[in-house]
């Protein structure tokens, strides 16, 4: 582990202060906005997958993006990070205009993304992982690589931050092994330290906790609260409700390619539209248990009312 | 029979100007496929537009072979932005297509009755090479190395044509053991990944495939002057499968692969080609089973089973890590 203690409980309050004047309602304007997306179209053929008029995302926040399976949460996600090729929308990072910018542009202007797939390379080591992320290698040009007298300091010094990262993420021991030996929780590590090698200041994880167990799924959120802890924004996509009320700042609930609420996550699951979205896709999945105990007394007065009405049929 | 006179045959094929040129295409294969991953099933039209590019620049135009080499290079660099510019935004298979087709349009116009003042026709064009052997420093007829026997000019070529095999494969060597050589390697394993860690995947693939085209080229060169003389037909598809089989063999991805690879292959085939010969002449294989005109061909048919065996019993090939391959589960 790292010496440096993050402070995360301080990042959390700090950004409930910055947010709490914002109002809960879909597109709504933060004080500080990282990234703005406006009207965001995706179709495929006939249907359309997003249709996102409005988003900002408050700088150093942690914003979750949820909503049921096929409300376009990826689609737009891929779109934001320039793997979705968008029909419209304009959108921009931290001033910089991303609209037209192929992917690679993305992590240079400073905002770089994982994928719900983890994709380690296999075949390069963990460390070789790590230090490929790192930005503007001078060893990256091809004359420039000839002669490696050019490069080889900053190799070094690259590969001293990547052994750093890899300590905290404690992924120090699987240093010099392929990363196609590693576990899918592994890579999931490793993919998001290979992200921090980018020196983003925009995170975006796709499903970061897909598929890993419990105790891992604590140690990536750890992770996740430090990125936030070093200044870092983080956007990411979630299923667990548990999860993303136990870390985010913020959450905007995706449904049919829209965005229809945002809110803090507390007042998530007191949202009409956003519990008309899940109970419309899972009836048998309530969102909360708080939803749950609400659906049952709703179905208990039910019982209670043809009760009633069935003693007063037989009364008279 | 003379088991002998088998094995020296053996050993000159192995270390001789075949070799050479097959281990040159197989170095650029090595980059673009071994590396990088990119399917160039078009290396003989790198090959045939360096070979043409000193054939046509002495013969046709008159300059000096020095210049031809500057052309022969500057073509093969326009040949793979045209194939890359268009297919490398999409998937491998394609540019596996389009090589392969220009490969053969590249041979077929060679050939062509209409620029038959330029390149000669099917006949081909000869007498550029002589500035190389100008500068021949063995004036014997006839050197002896143990088995192997060479005149004084193929032993010219074969210590140019290695010293420049060694020379690209240590080029090589320090390439990727560089960031460089790094994002080639990722760009085989995930090219989206590469791309959302901020690195030009799309450029990187076309400098791989001008790059191994360029070494295509050089491949052209040493044929082209090693044999003193141009025929389109030489440049068809056959030549890039006989790199690929020997890139393979030796282990793609390797350091050494391509060029030991080479080495093996043509030894094998000068072995069943001289060993099958002797056989047939001396009557020990009746000529019910095999003629003296079919060896040509079973030659083929035995390495082919070669090289089936190792890639069961040793896919990785030579020098390849039997790990790292078991990492594409």
Sequence with gaps: ?316 | MDLRSVLDNSFSAAVGVDAVIYALAAIGLNLQFGYTGLLNFGQVGFAAVGAYGIAVSVTYFGWSLWVGLGVGLAASVVLALLLGLPTLRLRADYLAIVTIAASEIIRLVARSVTFNDYTGGSAGLSAYADSFYDLNPYSGARYSFGPVQLSGNDLWMVTVGWGVVLALTLMLWVLMRSPWGRVLKAIREDEDAVRSLGKNAYWYKMQSLIIGGMMGAVAGFAFAIAKTSVQPDNYSTDFTFFAYAALILGGAATTWGPVVGSIIFWFLLAFTDSLLRQLVSNDKLPEAIISGTQVGQVRFMLVGIGLVLLMVFRPQGIFGNKRELALDE
């Design chain 1, 1 to 316: 582990m790292s010496d440096t203690t993050y402070d995360t409980a301080a990042g959390a309050a700090r950004l409930a202060a910055e947010l709490a004047d914002v109002p809960s309602e879909p597109g709504a304007a933060k004080p500080d906005p990282i990234l703005v997306s406006d009207r965001m179209v995706r179709r495929f053929g006939g249907l359309t997958a997003v249709e996102v008029d409005h988003l900002e995302v408050q700088r150093g926040s942690i914003t979750a993006l949820i909503g049921p399976n096929g409300a376009g949460k990826t689609t737009f996600f891929n779109c934001l990070t320039g793997f979705g090729d968008p029909d419209e929308g304009e959108w921009t990072f931290d001033g910089t205009r991303l609209t037209t910018a192929p992917a690679h542009k993305f992590p240079q202007a400073g905002m770089v993304r994982t994928f719900q797939l983890t994709k380690a390379l296999s075949k390069l080591t963990v460390i070789e992982n790590m230090k490929l992320a790192a930005p503007d290698q001078r060893g990256e040009n091809f004359f420039r690589a000839l002669v490696p007298g050019i490069w080889r300091r900053q190799e070094r010094e690259v590969e001293e931050r990547a052994d750093q990262l890899l300590e905290r993420f404690k992924m120090d021991h699987m240093r010099n092994e392929f990363a196609g030996t590693l576990s899918g929780g592994q890579r999931k590590l490793l993919e998001m330290a290979r992200a921090l090698m980018c020196e983003p200041r925009m995170i975006m994880l796709d499903e970061p906790m897909a598929g890993v167990n419990p105790a891992l799924t604590q140690s990536l959120l750890e992770h996740i609260k430090e990125m936030r802890a070093d200044g870092a924004t983080v956007l990411f996509i979630e299923h667990d409700m548990d999860v993303v009320s136990s870390i985010s700042d913020w959450v905007v609930v995706m449904a049919e390619g829209r965005i229809i609420a945002e809110s803090p996550p507390e007042e998530v699951g007191q949202n009409q539209a956003v519990v008309d979205a899940y109970l419309g896709a899972h009836h048998d999945a309530p969102l909360t248990i708080e939803e749950e105990e609400a659906e049952l007394e709703e179905a208990d007065e039910l019982l209670e009312e043809i009760e009633e009405a069935r003693e007063e049929e037989q009364g008279r």
